[in-house]
């Protein structure tokens, strides 16, 4: 359509602004002064129009992307509420802990309210664990702003402004108003828009273009505990670049209007992503660019959260899509959400280069088995651990091959490749999970929006790209007691899973990041090598069957003192020693335990199968092809 055919609706959309009423007036200020940072506070002050009688306030607690309960309300301190400027008392509603309330008397212009935020130091959780040190700070806002009660967070109105220590450099999906000395002040938005668009800011920052040249910016923002972490290899840049093409090729389209990797570099912050439509918090070691293994270790991250603008936030499960932040969500369908997800990013991240085919094999091969030994599989389907999500997030690693875990993202990858090779093999190479991929989540570009779907909706468009029994399909996947993992999408993707004697790259990267040894394959444990503490059992395993069980420590391997090497060369010898012998220490008490094994060492691995068609190298293959010389970098 050629812009002169524009007019005519551009005149009508005109007159309706004109009689369209203005714009409802802003809900609440939030102001967040961050030059605490360093200590570990943050200041906030908040701004609520007047009203007489009962005010009710609510403070977030079901997060998007974390599935769960998780807002930290326990880290609200130091309240204090005014009325038309003075101080009246605040009480906790009896049930619902996130739920403030203060009687206003008549004629008050404003409700303010004042909080310190207590930033948590500890590594493990998500948003709230951990986001700051003396150099950086990832902001989440729902962390620092009560809304009013029962409010739709699509309706509320809000202006946030942001006052950053001295020298410090700010990224964020906002949109930024002018600048008053310090503080930042972003253009009003609604309170989903607010939550949704984290800040990163710190004091070592860089910006990288993600897509020179593109009418939809997006951009790599990194904060880091150094300036030599935020140096990430030209390579890696071109392979980000070749995400992004990637992604628009495989969905067709976008639903942002401009994109930000908010990348968090440091030892002291969690480490995790969250996915944002227009941005996503990424945190990983400060030296991820630096280190090969690092950088291994999370090659899936980035294109993970960039799958999720697509998958999670554009196209969500109606028990997902909760207007507030206040009613439960249901996570029955996160083996689509995140399970889809997870395979789209490790496509993606194969197809745009930020993996080698050897490493994604590598990372197909190891999921695989890693799933297998989930040996909770044998109790409770694979949509029970999407369903319990919110309380599986937080639970101990302990005992989670019995239990299972948060299946539904590698379990889930594992179902939708077998669905990609199933398609491509039933429709000779016509079709494939990019078209379902087009028809699920495609449509205009019209920014950020939701729309919600069910089981059926899922069905449906499988259906129409290609007919089969795709309930049958998914009900014998997601909704029965499977005993083996689902890895017919290798084998009839042209791959056998094997066993090879030593790690691939990436199960050697994740040993190198986490410390750990992993041996489930072959004694059934899973170790905490800077502990030498064991972390988990596999049922059914040569450690299972001699008793072991997780926070044992391992004293001593065939009677020398425990360390990896020792282990791993006890296991190497155990085809001749026909068994390993392991002296614990269990809450004191000593034990020696006689492990029958024999089968020397076993690395997950896949193996091409010559007479099947090669889909699997197909899928993962890239499919735009990429400019030679994309330009300058770095933003200045
Ligand atoms: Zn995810």
Redesign the pocket.
């Known amino acids: 359509m050629s812009p002169r055919t524009h007019v005519p609706a551009l005149v009508a959309l005109l007159c309706m602004l004109a009689a369209a009423p203005a714009l409802a007036a802003t809900d609440f200020t939030v102001h967040v002064d961050a030059r605490e940072t360093p200590r570990g506070l943050l200041h906030v002050t908040q701004s609520f129009p007047g009203r007489s009688g009962t005010v009710s306030l609510t403070y977030p607690r079901w997060i998007p ?1 974390e599935h769960g309960p998780t807002g930290p309300n326990v880290d609200v301190a130091g309240l204090v509420v005014r009325a038309g400027g003075k101080v009246v008392p605040w009480r906790r509603d009896l049930v619902d802990m996130q739920t403030i309330r203060v009687d206003v008397p008549s004629g008050t212009k404003s409700v303010d309210v004042a909080f310190d935020f207590l930033l948590d130091n500890s590594t493990d959780g998500f948003t709230s664990a951990a986001c700051a040190t003396p150099n950086l700070l990832l902001l989440s806002w729902n962390e620092v702003a009560f809304f009013p009660t029962g409010g739709k967070s699509d309706a509320l109105r809000c202006e946030a402004s942001l006052t950053l220590p001295d020298h410090w450099q700010y990224g964020t999906a906002l949109e930024s108003g002018p600048a008053s000395g310090a503080t930042i002040k972003f253009e009003p938005c609604t309170f989903t828009t607010l939550v949704d668009s984290p800040v990163l800011c710190g004091r070592y920052f860089k910006t990288v273009d993600l897509a020179p040249g593109d009418s939809v910016p997006v951009r790599l923002r990194m904060a880091c505990d150094s300036e030599e972490g935020l140096n990430i290899p030209d390579a890696q840049v071109d392979a980000l670049r070749n995400l992004v093409r990637e992604a628009k090729s495989l969905f067709g389209t976008q639903h942002f209007h401009h994109y930000d990797f908010l990348m968090t570099l440091s030892e002291q912050t969690a480490h995790f ?1 969250l ?1 944002h439509h227009q941005s996503s918090d990424d945190r990983a070691r400060e030296r991820t660019w630096l280190d090969d293994d690092l950088r291994r270790n999370n090659s899936n991250l980035l294109s ?2 960039f799958v ?1 603008s697509w998958n ?1 936030k554009f196209r969500r499960p109606a028990g997902l899509s909760t207007d507030d932040y206040f009613t439960p969500m249901q996570g029955d369908l996160l083996w689509v ?2 399970g889809l ?2 395979y789209l ?1 490790f496509v993606l991240a194969a197809r745009s280069g930020i993996r080698t085919p050897d490493e994604a094999r590598d990372a197909l091969a190891s999921a695989a088995a890693d799933m297998e030994a989930h040996r909770g599989r044998e109790w409770r389907p694979l949509v029970d651990t999407g369903t319990e999500a919110q309380l599986l997030y937080e639970a101990r690693g302990a005992w989670e091959y019995a239990r299972r875990s948060t299946d539904f ?1 590698d379990e889930g990858l594992l179902i939708w490749l077998d669905a990609d090779v199933l398609i491509r093999t039933q429709s000779k190479g016509q079709k494939s999970l990019d078209d379902f991929c087009k028809r699920f989540h495609g449509g205009p570009n019209r920014g950020p929006e939701v729309k919600p779907y069910t089981l059926n909706d899922v069905i449906a468009a499988l259906q129409a790209t290609w007919p089969y029994d795709w309930a049958g399909f998914l009900r014998q996947r997601v909704y029965t007691v499977q005993p083996h993992a689902p890895t017919n999408g290798i084998t009839a993707g042209g791959w056998r899973m094997t066993w090879k004697d030593s790690l691939g790259p990436i199960q050697k990267a994740r040993e190198v990041a986490n410390k750990t040894v992993e041996e489930p394959y072959t004694l059934g444990i899973r170790v905490d090598d800077e502990k030498a503490k064991i972390i988990d059992v596999v049922p059914g395993s040569p450690a299972d069957e001699a008793g072991l069980a997780p926070d044992m420590k391992l004293t001593a391997v065939n009677g020398r003192k425990y360390s990896s090497d020792v282990l791993r060369d006890a296991i190497a010898a155990s085809p001749r020693t026909g068994r390993v012998e392991l002296l614990c220490d269990n809450k004191g008490f000593f034990k020696t335990f006689t492990l029958d094994y024999r089968d020397g060492r076993r690395n997950p691995a896949i193996t091409r199968d010559n007479g099947v068609r090669d889909h699997v190298s197909e899928i993962l293959a890239p499919h735009v092809k990429q400019p030679a010389d994309v330009g300058a970098r770095s933003l200045p």
């Open positions: 992307g992503g996915e993970h959260e999720h999670g959400y995140e997800t997870q990013g993202y």
